[in-house]
């Protein structure tokens, strides 16, 4: 095994030469260094910046979508007033917002507490209520804002209207009626945060920006622990994952918690939703590997990084962002996590149940994969722990008894003068 080794190397290092030797002392040069530097100069006009572009893509173009689409939102009562409300959004965001009514401002409070919708309008003839939640969305809440002044200016209008008399009448009567207009049907916009953010984090800066620092995290993972040189069996890989992940899963907590403050809510939970995201992102990069070997981390990379990632919807909302995306988003670790995080942290972990499906299953999958996987993925000289063997794994003992030492090719003469006793051959052929 150490002279097939050696001879391995050797190869390595003579076929990556301008010029090689053959037996005899005859040299000739490399045929295959011309196409490899075709290759290197291929990839590097064509390939990175294809990559680069690609990259680029994935987060700029959601980001520059961004509309409401199908976004749920209540509205109080069932009077003219919020038939008005109703047929206004629609008319302005065709497509934008998916109603749900409600009979009373209790109600519309109890189901954005419960994440059955974002948000819910409030119209009485001399006001418009919006309830908001921030901690869903800070940019839905934004939007509900917005679009809370605007119903406001539309039922302002309306009043004006009905109170102005017709565009013919000149008499005095008449313009008493439309200054009674102008000073009387004037309609205020209260807003209501149901669900605010943490003080320390109004914006939600900090709780945006951790998806990405943790996805990548994630991976790396499952790179140390899948690719480090040690050939372990596969229920320690399981074990050092999930271990891994719990403490990580905590550091990462104790960071956007104890020092940032943006996760106030139910510690416990918020750190098991932590650590069961990266669990779910570094099993399936783990996996990959395992099934498919080393171009499996760059897969595992691509997915949860630059496909999950900006495809989760954690700087704005899930449905903020393009059908495809939303769905697509939702069914990844990073998407699934960022829900997750969001209903454990300020929701009392309503609206959880399907993104914890959704990461178990990935976990499963990846944490199966590791157990399972047959890929090799150590070099001939790493070590293999006492005791540890792989599943189809073939010891140096086995091989060694199958194959006599007769069936070992034969080195090149330049390979066999390196060796240590070819002075002690010389002198004896002398």
Known sequence: MFVLTIAGRYARLLFNKMIIRLMGGVTVKNPLVKALAWRRAVLMIVGL?????????????????????????????????????????????????????????????????????????????????????????????????????????????????????????????????????????????????????????????????????????????????????????????????????????????????????????????????????????SATSAGLIRLIGQPGLGLGAALMVFVGNPFSGSTSAPELLPKAVDDIGQWLPPGAGASLLRSTAYFDGHGSGGHIVVLVLWSVFGLMSVVFGRRPLTAPGDTLEQGAREPGDTSAEDLAADEPAAALPSLSPALEGHGPHSHARHAAHE
């Open 49 to 281: 910046p294809l990559v680069v572009s690609l990259a680029a893509m994935a987060y700029a173009w959601p980001a520059s979508r961004i509309a409401p689409r199908d976004l749920p939102v209540g509205i109080v009562g069932t009077s003219t007033a919020s038939q008005n409300v109703v047929e206004s959004l629609t008319r302005s965001k065709p497509g934008g917002f998916d109603f749900h009514l409600y009979p009373d401002q209790a109600s519309a409070r109890s189901a954005i507490k419960n994440r059955e919708v974002y948000g819910a309008f409030a119209v009485t003839p001399g006001s418009v209520t919006v309830l908001e939640a921030t901690a869903a969305s800070a940019p839905v809440a934004q939007l509900l804002g917005t679009s809370g002044q605007q119903l406001a200016i539309h039922a302002t209008k309306l009043s004006e209207e009905r109170l102005a008399p017709p565009a013919h009448d000149t008499s005095h009567r008449s313009r008493a009626r439309k200054g009674v207009a102008k000073t009387v049907a004037q309609v205020t916009v209260k807003t209501v945060d149901v669900v605010p953010t943490s003080t320390d984090d109004p914006r939600e800066v900090v709780f945006s920006s951790a998806l990405l620092p943790l996805t990548i995290c994630s991976v790396l993972i499952a790179a140390f622990i899948t690719l480090s040189g040690l050939r372990l069996p596969g229920w320690r890989r399981l074990i050092d994952l999930i271990v891994g992940c719990a403490v990580s899963g905590l550091a990462a907590y104790l960071v956007t918690q104890g020092i940032l403050g943006a996760l106030p809510h139910e510690h416990v939970a918020t750190w098991a939703a932590l650590s069961l995201t990266m669990l779910a992102v």
